[in-house]
């Protein structure tokens, strides 16, 4: 019973990393800003081809 549960804890731990240590300053900053920041032009050139 125990190895049928243990596939899915661990998908789990790896889809899902730990809370425990918090996002460095610096990246928490620079996601906000991308996340942000209005979509550049050359992405969409990118995807065009």
Do not use: F
């Not at 996002?23 to 992405?43: A, F, M, S």
Request: hydrophobic share 25%; charged share 40%.
């Amino acid at each position: 019973m125990n190895e049928q549960a243990r596939p899915k804890a661990i998908a789990r731990r790896i889809t899902r990393p730990r809370k425990a240590r918090p996002i460095p300053r610096n990246l928490q900053y620079r996601l906000y800003n991308v996340r942000t920041r209005p979509k550049r032009p050359y992405l969409r050139r990118e995807r065009r081809g």
